[in-house]
């Protein structure tokens, strides 16, 4: 009950919850996040794709998988990634999202 | 035929069951379905939402043909989803609105900026919508004998009955049960024909494996397959790869801004909803995505297999007779499938030596025979049970999958245009006053006004060229125009009126000059050579992307900073739970809880 009531006065208050840091910790993770979102797609299934089609993953050569299989997985992995670290930063702020 | 015309008829008595539970009452059921969708649910209906008629029937196929070249639609229509994710989503719930345009007003507190915004929306909608509804005329007359228009009518009265009455709650349960029927669809026979091939069950997995019986991977021998017969290798393109990073990115950032995906998340209740939603809505588009190259590759082998070199056997007169007199001379017949899918014109055979025999062959064949046979690319998924030889009711299941995916993203463009009439324009810029039960009455005869709108561009779009070129417009579109301002209106305070119409306008324009002049216009027949920087008019717009970002943020910078009540809404709508009313940004409509 108490915990509730201190985070009324929280949100009322507003400045209480140091929005500045929070988003700066987001904006880092964000960051990190877009970057290997770009090396599985642009880099792997693109950019490099020559180079790591000398690699061998079962059938396939390495580039044209990840541009046609791999970076979809590594989607799916990011956005449940990026919900877990939002989860736990919010905790950390206090924030009810 | 009986089967398809059992699970059409029975999907669509699912589906108008599902409307008339969930009618909806206020135009916050009716735009947002009371913002209390699952987030696991809103994830199913948004995958519905987004595969679209071509992903379903038309995208293995395309790979099939384009091989490396077609990952650019793989990358492309998932990636996209990581930028909502992390870019817009929870952002544009916590704002609280109904609609894209709705943000855009009163973040830059303009009815100007609201305005381009609608016409953004609306042109990319409209071009996407009629392809849907022609998709829907083209399943009804080829494969259940009835008329084009007839078969378009049909499609618009199933659509009108569940998004007039029930507005976005009851086009969320209509999506979550047609993604049930296309998902089945799509994948039983995948997993069929990936163990005739491979011997694996998992298609992700035999696409990686083996020939069944033979010490070759599949891929390895597609590709010597189709050089022995002198078409391109399957692991390469003859596009630039820079030409293949622009369309990639253009399809990208292109499905971020399509308002019909976005508006999917402010259906949740919550910002982490949204997120949590993003990364459902992508593992069950995934379901089918990373079939798809799978499906494409087997069914290609599989063709050129089965049906190269093989005696012609034509269709109406008796199958097995024929083919067993040929089989007695020592001959290969031509498939079954084959056969009966010549009636439908998806596949053809032009005997151009006259030898009766059935040459597959690509451009640079070293026999030097002409190629004869003709296959349509949706022959990869709708024929793939047959080939797989699976039972007849799995066969016309085909059909109902693909209205199912077809009507499903007519039902998210529906809903973006029906409220970017009855909420942008009525209630939000002409007439201000307006009550929420007017709003909802004006909303249900704008979703009825939209369904007709479609269901005529569907009839005409033959006529309608831009139609056909849904993947260059509708994305290069949104994501030129609508993508930079929703994000640096998220993670740029500075960013003012002045600058977002400029950076809109910068979008929208070049974009459509471009795409309607290489596409359409004069320059339809141009190469490569001629295009800018070797930029395809798929890709355009993620070149004019990073142009209008940039006018953006400098017309911004050259222009007053924007109100203090703005820069605030900024700050609230980065933290969750801190969204308070401003004045300038919410005097329109007040933000939802």
């Known amino acids: 009950m108490s915990e509730n009531q201190s985070e009324t006065t929280i949100r009322e208050e507003g400045p209480a919850i140091d929005g500045k840091a929070y988003w700066k910790e987001v904006i880092r993770l964000t960051l990190a996040l877009l970057a290997i979102w770009f090396l599985v797609s642009f880099g792997a299934g693109i950019l490099f794709r020559e180079f790591l089609d000398g690699v061998k993953l079962g059938g396939a050569p390495l580039g044209f998988w990840f541009a046609q299989n791999g970076s979809i997985y590594a989607f799916v992995a990011l956005i449940f990634c990026y919900c877990i670290a939002m989860n736990r930063i919010e905790r950390k702020y206090r924030i009810e999202g | ?593």
């Open chain 2, 1 to 593: 035929m009986d089967w398809t015309i059992f699970w059409v008829v029975s999907t669509f008595a699912i589906y108008i069951g599902i409307a008339v539970w969930a009618r909806a009452g206020s135009t916050n059921d009716f735009y947002v379905a009371g913002h209390g969708v699952h987030p696991v649910v809103n994830g199913m209906a948004t995958a519905a939402d987004w595969m679209s008629a071509a992903s379903f029937l038309s995208m293995a196929g395309l790979i099939a043909i384009l091989g490396y070249g077609g990952s650019v639609y793989l990358m492309g229509w998932t990636g996209g989803y990581v930028l909502l994710a992390l870019l817009l989503a929870p952002f544009l719930r916590e704002f609280g609105k109904f609609t894209v345009p709705d943000f855009v007003g009163d973040r830059y507190y303009s009815d100007t900026a609201r305005l381009v915004a609608v016409i953004c929306a609306l042109f990319v909608s409209f071009t996407y919508i009629a392809g849907q509804m022609s998709g829907v005329g083209i399943a009804f007359s080829r494969f259940l004998g009835v008329d084009f228009n007839t078969g378009i009518f049909i499609g618009m009265g199933i659509v009108f009955i569940y998004a007039v009455l029930g507005g976005m709650k009851g086009v969320t349960y209509t999506q979550v049960a047609q993604y049930v029927v296309l998902i089945f669809a799509y994948t039983v026979p995948a997993i069929f024909i990936s163990l005739m091939i491979t011997g694996n069950p998992i298609p992700q997995l035999g696409f990686l494996s083996n020939v069944k019986g033979e010490d070759v991977s599949m891929i390895q021998k597609l590709s010597d397959t189709l050089i022995s017969l002198g078409f391109a290798e399957y692991t390469t393109t003859n596009k630039t790869m820079f030409d293949v990073f622009c369309i990639t990115a253009a399809l990208m950032f292109g499905t971020a801004g399509l308002p019909h995906v976005i508006i999917r998340f402010f259906t949740v209740p919550r910002p982490s909803d949204a997120r949590l939603s993003a990364g459902w809505a992508l593992v069950f588009i995934a379901l089918l995505y990373t079939v798809a190259p799978a499906v494409g590759a087997f069914s290609r082998l599989n063709v050129i297999n089965t049906v190269n070199d093989t005696t012609y056997v034509a269709p109406g007169e008796d199958y097995a007779a024929q083919a067993a007199a040929l089989e007695a001379e020592g001959v290969t017949p031509s498939p079954a499938w084959f056969t009966r899918w010549e009636i439908t014109r998806l596949v053809g055979f032009e005997d151009k030596n006259g030898d009766g025999i059935m040459q597959m062959r690509g451009p640079n064949a070293p026999d030097g025979l002409e190629n004869e046979v003709t296959i349509n690319n949706d022959i990869a998924v709708l024929a793939s049970p047959e080939i797989a030889q699976l039972p007849d009711w799995v066969v016309g299941l085909m059909v109902a999958g693909g209205l199912a995916a077809a009507l499903s993203t007519a039902a998210g463009l529906l809903m973006v245009i029906s409220s970017a009439v009855s909420h942008d324009l009525c209630r939000r810029t002409f007439f201000k006053g307006m009550s929420d039960k007017s709003e909802l009455r004006v909303a249900r005869l704008a979703a009825a006004g939209a369904v007709m709108g479609a269901g005529f561009m569907g009839i005409y779009s033959a006529q309608l060229a831009f139609v056909a070129q849904v993947v260059a417009f509708a994305f290069g579109l949104a994501a030129a125009s609508l993508f930079p301002v929703i994000l640096l209106g998220i993670f740029w305070k500075r960013m003012n009126r002045e600058g977002a119409i400029a950076s809109m306008l910068t979008g929208l324009v070049p974009t459509f000059i471009y795409i309607w002049h290489f596409k359409l216009g004069a320059g339809k027949d141009a190469g490569p050579s001629e295009w800018f920087l070797g930029v395809s008019p798929e890709g355009i717009g993620f070149v004019v992307m990073i142009v209008s970002i940039i006018v953006g943020v400098l017309v911004s910078l050259a222009t007053k900073a924007p109100p203090q009540d703005i820069q605030d809404l900024v700050e609230d709508i980065r933290v969750p739970g801190q969204r308070r009313p401003h004045g300038i940004a919410d005097k329109g409509m007040a933000p939802a809880e």
